[in-house]
């Protein structure tokens, strides 16, 4: 069976400048979480869907936001990039919102100019 | 708050060793917790998890201890191997409003010596 999937690996942008993030929760999955990992440090939550719906936000900016489409697969978007929002994105998966073993993808590393 | 603490940022061992990770938490509302394996260039990998009823859990090689009193969490690897080397993050999953949010520790990097 495929992980969860995340695309695009890598990705440059410019201050200023918006970016979509994508997320292919494992199948059968229903929960996509996002969190952000600066390099040296652990993952921080950014948002927790379920059903289509926000279900939990952590201490980012409303620059950050996300959607979770039918197929649960997720896209996170992140506008007005600054040099700081440069990270590697995580996705992870559960197969609903209380279950709590989330499995992670690859991330995608993101890197603002 | 919440915040979760590792003892140690590197750790190296000897390959055959055993090695013992360990992550220090705050927040006695914390009900799972789980240790994580993040190699270079990848996402972080479930290795073991243990609920807050139970004290110790087991393994392919590895133990997961967990002293509730001293808010305490371990992770021993049995005969450490090369492919050991990699970040170990401990983190915390609780019920917050509803949804379950992991909070993970600043993690340590296992050197597995040959």
């Known amino acids: 069976d495929a992980g969860v999937t995340q695309s695009p690996t890598h990705l440059i942008k410019t201050r200023g400048q918006q970016v979509t993030l994508r997320c292919s929760p494992i199948s059968g999955h229903k929960s996509v979480s996002w969190y952000q990992q600066v390099l040296g440090q652990g993952p921080q939550f950014i948002f927790q869907y379920y059903e289509k719906e926000e279900r939990g936000r952590g201490n980012f900016p409303d620059r950050f936001s996300a959607r979770q489409f039918p197929n649960y697969s997720s896209e996170l978007n992140v506008n007005a990039l600054l040099l700081g929002d440069s990270a590697l994105y995580l996705c992870a998966s559960s197969l609903d919102r209380m279950q709590e073993t989330q499995y992670f993808g690859p991330g995608t590393r993101l890197l603002v100019l | 708050g919440e915040s979760v603490g590792l003892h140690l940022p590197t750790l190296s061992v000897q390959e055959g060793d055993n090695s013992i990770i360990n992550c220090a938490y705050s927040n006695s509302a914390s009900d799972y917790f789980i240790w994580y394996k993040q190699e270079s260039g990848k996402g972080p990998q479930f290795i073991i998890d243990?609920?807050?009823?139970?004290d110790k859990r087991q393994g392919q090689r590895v133990t997961v201890l967990l002293n509730k009193t001293v808010k305490h969490l371990s992770l021993q690897i049995a005969a450490t191997q090369p492919g050991d080397s990699a970040v170990y993050f401990c983190a915390l999953n609780r019920l917050d409003t509803g949804r379950r949010a992991l909070t993970f520790g600043s993690g340590t990097r296992l050197q597995v010596q040959p």
């Open positions: 243990i609920r807050s009823n139970m």
